[in-house]
Every structure is written in structure tokens, then in C-alpha cells.
């Protein structure tokens, strides 16, 4: 049972556009939730983070929007760069406890 | 380099070989995890240690797995009698003790198993 989905496992778009990928997760208790970009034979790095008492968080080009009653969080990438071409995973956590990662999105910005 | 690093970053091995994996986690970060990922999913949760306790294992941790952290520092995965089910990418990440669950991940083993 996948408790964090990524429907999505691409998404192409032209350089200067928005990205917009997105997440659904299923466990009401997560109230935690992180996006990761990863590239080939790197491990994930942290992009950004929301905690559940808000509904958006910023971070340069970089936004996160948690829809709590949908159970749906997206982040929009402004504006996309070739350098953003990665596999993005979103991830929920609940308290302190272990990640719950989703399958990730294969971004491809074009120039 | 202060990030989290993992040795050996490739392994190869055949089928009933035991192999061990070292991380070493950002400094003073006392939570450390492994995680594992395979084609085409995310990483799954393997187990958890704060400090030199370990206190969470994940069901995919079969009895086959053992992992260490013994001094509350660096951590060792060890598999014993591997299995081509085993090939896959084994992450470490690490974190402190804060309000936030932002985890920092090392670049990864990636093991096959012929």
C-alpha cells in the first residue's frame, strides 16, 4: 500500500516555464512533508520542506503548497532551468519518525 | 567535505557473499537511517539509530540484515548470505536533533549481486 504516490513519472517543460510536480499521500498522521531532487549515482538532497500548520513555503524558485483536506501537496518550480532536470521525490514523515518517500517524478527542462 | 559519506559507492558480489557497508553521518547529527532503493521506486526505510541505539527496524530488514552504530557515530549495514534481491542502492542519511525532519542523505552504495 503506497502511502505517498507520485502519479506523475515525468514531466517535460521548456526552460523559463513552470514546473509543477505533484503528491498525494493517504496517512492522515503524516504532518510532515519534504521534497527531494536527486540526480544519477547521487544520492537525494533536500530541496525544501512544509510542516502541516501551514499551507505554502518559499524558497527562492522554489514552492511547496499543501492542500491538507485533499491530502495533496505540489511543488512549483519558477522559472525552470536546464539545471532542474532530476528526478524529484516528495516525502512525508509523522512526529520525528522514519521518511515515507513516493516513486519520484523525472523532470526534464528543455532549453 | 561535511556532508554524509558511504563507502564502498559500488559494490559487486556474488550470490551468498556477506558484505558490509560503512556511513558516516554529518558531524553532532545524532539520528542516523538506512534506506534502500531499487529501480523505479523510491527509498524505503531499512532501520533507524539515535545515537548508538538502534530503535526502529523496517520488515524489509530481514534477519539476513544487521546494522551497527556502535560508538554513536559512524554505522555499518552488514548482509550476510546475499541474495539478487539484494541489488539495490543503500543510502544513509543523518539529521540532529531539531524541531525539523530534514534528513541529509550520503551518495549512496550501490550493491549487485550476481
Known amino acids: 500500500d503506497q502511502q505517498v504516490k507520485q502519479n506523475s513519472p515525468s514531466l517535460s517543460v521548456q526552460e523559463g516555464r513552470i514546473s509543477i510536480l505533484n503528491c498525494d499521500y493517504t496517512?492522515?498522521?503524516?504532518?510532515?512533508f519534504l521534497w527531494y531532487k536527486k540526480y544519477p549515482a547521487e544520492g537525494p538532497t533536500f530541496l525544501i520542506s512544509i510542516s502541516s500548520i501551514k499551507d505554502k513555503n518559499e524558497d527562492g524558485r522554489f514552492t511547496v503548497f499543501l492542500n491538507k483536506s485533499a491530502k495533496h501537496l505540489s511543488l512549483h518550480i519558477v522559472p525552470s532551468q536546464p539545471g532542474d532536470s532530476a528526478v524529484y521525490f516528495c516525502a512525508a514523515s509523522s512526529g520525528y519518525s522514519t521518511l515515507t518517500f513516493g516513486k519520484g517524478t523525472m523532470l526534464l527542462v528543455s532549453p | 567535505d561535511t556532508g554524509v559519506s558511504q563507502d564502498p559507492r559500488h559494490k559487486i558480489t556474488k550470490r551468498g557473499q556477506n558484505v558490509t557497508f560503512r556511513c558516516d553521518p554529518i558531524?553532532?547529527?545524532?539520528?542516523l537511517y538506512w534506506y534502500r532503493q531499487t529501480l523505479g521506486q523510491g527509498p524505503e526505510f531499512l532501520t533507524y539509530?539515535?545515537?548508538?541505539?538502534?530503535?526502529?527496524k523496517s520488515r524489509l530488514l530481514s534477519d539476513r540484515f544487521s546494522a551497527e552504530r556502535p560508538k554513536g557515530s559512524f554505522s555499518t549495514l552488514e548482509i550476510q548470505r546475499t541474495e539478487q534481491g539484494d541489488s539495490a542502492m543503500y543510502l544513509c542519511?543523518?539529521?540532529?536533533?531539531?524541531?525539523?525532519?530534514?534528513?541529509?542523505f550520503g551518495p549512496g552504495t550501490r550493491l549487485t549481486v550476481l
Open positions: 496517512n492522515s498522521m503524516f504532518d510532515y
Open positions: 539509530f539515535q545515537n548508538e541505539a538502534q530503535l526502529e
Open positions: 558531524s553532532e547529527h545524532n539520528r
Open positions: 542519511a543523518s539529521r540532529p536533533m531539531t524541531v525539523d525532519n530534514e534528513q541529509f
